[in-house]
DNA sequence: CGCAATATTGACCACTCTCAATGAGGGTGG
DNA sequence: CCACCCTCATTGAGAGTGGTCAATATTGCG
């Protein structure tokens, strides 16, 4: 995730100025005196660094967050250590919603670098939702567009075996960095290789052998934490082989 | 899911009379002349046989449903005739929430048996829960909790084996039967062996053997969709076996 | 009653995990 | 600045869970 080495700093904070605004408003449907409201509810806090959390599971739910520069991790964390990573959190990107329902947090969430971070107390965005419909229509999108995602990593663990679920979530980290300005075949992953198998379900060693596969088949060049990507166009064909699931025909 | 044979059927309908209240307003904190405006919006339809669609893939998102009795099934359909089930719905539970972001539905939702449905114009709801806050937090708890269940579906893909998925699948059900005022304990499957195979990651031969075998165990007796749990705490216990990930120490 | 869909069961095999050893960085302290 | 250590990553060999293929019930439905 840029920030590793010294990678184009402006870009980033051209890109991450007000992340949290970008994220709430985008695609923008607020006025400008609303913006500003919003603004106005949004702290701003200093940088955490790499193994910081920002809150652990079960922790009273209070505020949701925007990443604003850097990288985060949410697991689910069990008492022997385990863990299952849940997602991983790019500048522009909400931690936190899974904690609205019951009022605390259903997962931990960890700093994977230097990372910047908005704070956005639930309480007030509610009551300033309640009173700007738009935001509160953003807010209803933003809660649904988590649940799609969600829904996307249930079919990639169902149904995806370990090359179809690489091959996809580096494409996905390619597609979110590019959204977000950053170069999308040419980026740092802040996260280890563990992480990537515990989020994918897959072991480390899978991880490993499948990296130096890709990289073997000219798919890619890696070098540790450095991700080149060369032939975008063969990562997606390896997704788009759509498995026969025999199950429903369609429909006569 | 009951209604397969001819199962109290008072009961269904004690328990499911306004199911669509019962969903969107519990825990209650509504009053009573709100309750009353969200009943005005609700639609009731007749209801659908077993295969009927309530909506498809990439239909255009109007409003969410709630099951009163019976259930539906959601899944991502694959061009080839292939799909990844995303979840079942009993009564009292709510379908379409996923739709929201971008005013298409990302999945299908099919009929398994005999079902009533509440249909909840989207639009009105929300129209009604920017004039009610207690109803926007309900609706934002109500999204929360579906990001909620679908990261717990995440760790059961990425961290389960096929017993501890099958478990958790039963014990799932019989939670939510027994919530909703069913037996937690005896129940019919609406969903065909592929269908739950599909949902958890597994082949249908798998859920086949595994059937069998928690039978021979004594754990559950079951016949085609017929369920009875013999031994919950013995299911509970398959689950619990927690893995030990070796990955990040507990911080010392 | 007969066909089609659904379930069950068995045999075999492959993908991925586990275990183990080695190598490569990165950080710390001398 | 280098040596050392510790973590992370890579690679290999072997094993096991679950998938695939195929044959046989069983059920449901027209």
Redesign the pocket.
């Known amino acids: 995730m840029s920030g590793q080495k010294n990678i184009s700093l402006e870009n980033i904070k051209i890109a991450c100025r007000n992340c949290s605004l970008v994220a709430l408003c985008l695609p923008m449907e607020l006025e400008a005196d609303d913006i500003e409201k919003l603004d106005a509810i949004v702290k701003r806090s200093r940088p955490l660094h790499r193994g910081d959390h920002l809150f652990r599971d079960d922790d009273k739910f209070l505020s949701i967050y925007v990443v604003k520069t850097g990288s985060v991790k949410t697991y689910a964390p069990s008492e022997d250590g385990g863990e299952q990573v849940l997602g991983f959190h790019l500048p522009g990107e909400l931690i936190g919603l899974d904690a609205i329902e019951d009022g605390s947090h259903q997962c931990s969430a960890k700093v994977l670098e230097t990372t910047a971070i908005c704070e956005i107390p639930f309480y007030h965005l509610e009551e300033l939702s309640s009173n700007i419909p738009s935001l509160q229509h953003q807010m209803y999108r933003l809660l649904s567009r988590e649940i799609g995602q969600d829904e996307n990593m249930l079919m990639l663990l169902g149904k ?6 690489l091959a996809a979530f580096l494409l996905g980290l390619s597609d979110r960095f590019k959204r977000r300005g950053f170069s999308s075949s040419d980026f740092y ?1 802040s ?7 515990n989020y ?10 499948l ?2 596969r890709f990289q073997g088949d000219g798919l890619l060049n ?4 450095h991700i080149q990507l060369l032939q975008k166009k063969r990562l997606q064909a390896i997704i788009l082989q759509e ?1 026969i699931d025999g ?3 369609q429909y006569p």
Chains 1, 2 share one sequence.
């Open positions: 995806r075996n370990a090359e179809e679920r992953l996260m280890s290789r563990h992480e990537i198998g994918l379900g897959l072991a480390v060693e899978t991880i490993s052998r990296f130096t890696v070098k540790r934490k498995k199950n429903e025909r």
